[in-house]
């Protein structure tokens, strides 16, 4: 389990108002918990034995503070973001339609997608409010955290 992994599970922890998350593997043993009062702390790993082939992310990597969707560009469109990284699905199954397509409307709680991460599927929402412009990722290709998803007008 690498810190990508970890900061995927922080913020799952956050979105999901989830308080405690343990996980043991062969190699490795991992226990979050969030403070209840939702201050700074945040996620802070109790106990934590990294694998030998754990690495340091690169200067200037990713941060768990980012916001979700960047102020608007010269076009006056918003991206909206992946707040995780894992494999980006349009449909809750293959057989549904999609979330949105070009042209939907959207508001801060319109779910837009799915990402799964570690086996997990979290509906991802819009977080804006406008018209799609642009679907930016294909259906099932992996994504990062902060990696834009859509493009929407805002009203």
């Known amino acids: 389990m690498d810190l990508k992994d970890i900061k995927a599970i922080i913020d799952l922890m956050k979105k999901n ?10 190699d490795s043993k991992i226990r979050l918990k969030r403070g209840l009062n939702g201050g700074s702390g945040g996620a802070q790993p109790e106990d934590y034995n990294p694998p030998s082939y754990a690495s340091l992310p690169p200067a200037g990597a990713a941060s768990g503070n980012q916001p ?6 010269a076009t006056g469109e918003i991206d909206v973001k992946s707040p995780m990284i894992g494999t980006f699905y349009r449909a809750p199954s293959p057989e549904a339609t ?19 991460a570690m086996k997990v599927m979290n509906e991802i929402k819009s977080e804006v409010s406008g018209v799609v412009t642009q679907v930016l990722v294909e ?17």
């Open 139 to 155: 259906n099932g290709k992996p994504v990062e955290f902060g990696q834009p998803l859509f493009k929407v007008r805002p009203h």
């Open 98 to 116: 999609n979330y949105i397509e070009v042209g939907s409307t959207v508001n801060a709680e319109s779910v837009v997608c799915i990402i799964e």
């Open 17 to 26: 108002s989830i308080t405690e998350f343990e996980l043991e593997r062969q």
């Open 68 to 73: 979700q969707s960047a102020p608007p560009v």
